[in-house]
């Protein structure tokens, strides 16, 4: 497939560190997938981060080969503009803008500081908001653009460990939706895909690296998801096979949530 050729991502969020997979020659994070899938199918890159070594590896290992690195920090507002001026500047244009950037704010609800409330909602909603409102002036001009939104199940069902991430989780996909409604007669496509249980870097640097069999086990397929599941499921929304589709979430969870409780495996 190459759905993206000619054209240009930007993928916030785009680097990922952590404990490697068996047999992955890099640590590989939904970001740092989405990346890979969109150049895999054509498209040139600009890969923001926070970390900028961890933007440029990936940029590296594009697979079609053309991509840029740059460095922003989604917890400051001129960072986030900035980052898509780069992105525009870069190739001329800007064809889909993949929000991945994510945090969970780590601190339980009864003794959460001011300070890890407000980074949880600057870096999972507000950067998300000023990127897209910064990338919607050239998107507009063109008459198309597609953003895709990394939310998680947990925006839509709680599971007890961080109201700061479920609530900002939450927040994301209004802002989704939002764009969605107001610009979908101009041209702009916005989605978000769900993640449930993704083995990913983040996961195993939060969960251990030892437990995506154990983790899996909740799941009805019986395992967690791949960044490259996830990944697919963004290129699906960001291409024009999804030129119908605008202001839904995508849950990509293995059929998490189709199932309550979760069944236990059965033989036959
Ligand atoms: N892995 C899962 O199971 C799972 C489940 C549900 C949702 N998600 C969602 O997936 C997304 C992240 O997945 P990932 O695997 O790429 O995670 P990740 O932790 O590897 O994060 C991606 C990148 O974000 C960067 N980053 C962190 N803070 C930043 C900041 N302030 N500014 C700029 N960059 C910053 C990190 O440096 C990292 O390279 C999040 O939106 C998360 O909510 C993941």
Known sequence: MNRFSGRVAYVLGGGSDGPLRPGDALPMGNGRAMAMRLSAEGAHVVVGDLDLGRAEETVAHLP????????????????CRAAVAVAMADAGRLDAVVCNVGISGREPIKVQSLEDWDLALDVNVRSHWLTAQAALAPMLEAGAGA????GSTAGMWSSRRSMSY???K???LGVMRHLAVRYAERGIRSNAVVLGNIDSALVRREFGDDGSARRGAVVPMRREGSPEEAAAAVAFL??????????QSLVVDGGVSAAWPSPPPVAG
């Open 64 to 79: 079609g080969g053309s991509g840029t690195a740059v460095q922003v920090d989604a917890a400051d507002p001129d960072s």
């Open 147 to 150: 953003f895709v939104f990394v």
């Open 166 to 168: 479920e609530a900002t």
């Open 170 to 172: 939450a927040a994301q």
């Open 238 to 247: 960001a291409s024009d096979d999804a030129s119908y589709v605008t202001g």
